[in-house]
């Protein structure tokens, strides 16, 4: 008989408040249902979230002195999967249907991931500067605080290693965590959020709901405390969720990072660069985004589309393409060492960066 696995809220497993179930069937036997999962609905998702606001309220996890503490959490947190590596690379294969040894693959990738992020504890650091004014000497001083409540909305094809790309830098800047599995392989996912529980996460920081886009998705999405949305999908979903994410009171300050293709980060220091159009199409042409402030842009000069943009003029007007152009190749394997080191970067930033106000 198939497992019933559960949402985690508050650090449990719980089923949906309408009790419903669906399976998780194992794609190499169609014949073998891996595990029952609930389906969540709108009310789920407000549950979740008036977790996560209840534990960013009154426990010590948003606390901007107390980064050394969650890097030791995430760091417990990756010895406990490291422990339980290889069942977990089981049940992922089950689910996802990727053999044995890229479900290991994945799961080192996971490990090695949070063990990075966990090294950032007590340097999350602000500054303290000094000025004069006539006379007088003025202290200036500068803090990264977290920005609040985060969604992290996860793919069928890597929900491991894109789990650690976005829930790790989240949980190490202090923020709080729901996560919405892709359907068709939320198993590993749920468990693994059981486990950053069991290495020390209070209740209600890391949550995840599974569900329908439509109901719990777009709840998600759309409610007024997310602060920010990290997505790995579709041009189409990376388009709608940009569109929700923009309407005026529904989620504020949030911004959309739609990972379908790895973004180049550039730094405020030398954003000035923007501003010559050669720059931006080398940038462009190399299949990657520009991050700046709160704006994203993918385009290329090889007629891919654009799955968002919000400042076009960033962007070479020979650049706009077509919406039915193909998409690109999968530049990810290339740059993802790249792309970790510049969320190092981001996180660090005070004005645009991916996790900080």
């Given at each position: ?134 006379e007088s000497v003025i202290k200036v ?174 962007l070479p007007s020979s650049l706009v ?37």
């Open positions: 008989m198939a497992e019933t696995f559960g949402m985690i809220l508050d650090g449990r497993q719980v089923p949906a408040l309408e009790g419903e179930t669906f399976p998780v069937v194992n794609p190499a036997n169609t014949d073998e249902v891996v595990g029952l999962v609930p389906r969540g609905g709108r009310e789920d998702v407000r549950r979740a979230v008036d977790s996560a606001l209840n534990a960013l309220e009154n426990t010590w996890w948003p606390k901007i002195y107390e980064s050394r503490r969650r890097g030791r959490v995430l760091q417990r947190f990756a010895e406990l999967v490291d422990a339980r590596k290889e069942e977990l690379a089981r049940l992922l294969t089950r689910e996802q249907g990727k053999v044995l040894k890229e479900s290991i693959g994945e799961l080192d990738s996971l490990i090695n991931t949070f063990d990075y992020y966990s090294g950032f504890g007590g340097k999350l650091t602000g500054t303290v500067t000094y000025t004069r004014d006539g001083e500068t803090r990264k605080e977290p920005i609040g409540l985060c969604a992290a909305i996860l793919p069928f094809n890597f929900p491991v290693s894109l789990y650690a790309w976005k829930v790790a830098p989240a949980l190490m800047a202090g923020n709080a965590v729901i996560i919405k599995p892709a359907s068709t392989a939320p198993l590993t996912d749920i468990v693994l959020t059981q486990m950053l529980h069991e290495a020390g996460v209070p209740a209600g920081i890391a949550n995840l709901v599974t569900g329908p886009a439509s109901s719990a998705g777009e709840e998600l999405i759309r409610h007024p405390a997310v602060k920010k949305i990290a997505l790995t999908g579709s041009t189409s979903t990376g388009k709608h969720i940009y569109a929700a994410a923009a309407v005026p009171d529904t989620v504020g300050s949030a911004a959309v990072l739609v990972e379908e293709s790895t973004p180049a980060v550039v730094a405020a220091t030398v954003r000035h660069l923007l501003a010559d159009d050669a720059f931006r199409t080398e940038l462009v042409a190399a299949g990657r985004g520009v991050v700046a402030d709160h704006s994203l842009a993918r385009a290329s000069a090889r007629s891919w589309p654009m799955p968002v943009f919000a400042d076009a003029e960033m393409t077509s919406p039915e152009a193909a998409p690109p190749p999968d530049i990810a394997t290339l740059t993802c060492c790249c792309a970790l080191a510049a969320l190092v970067v981001a996180c660090l930033r005070k004005r645009w960066a991916c996790w900080y106000k």
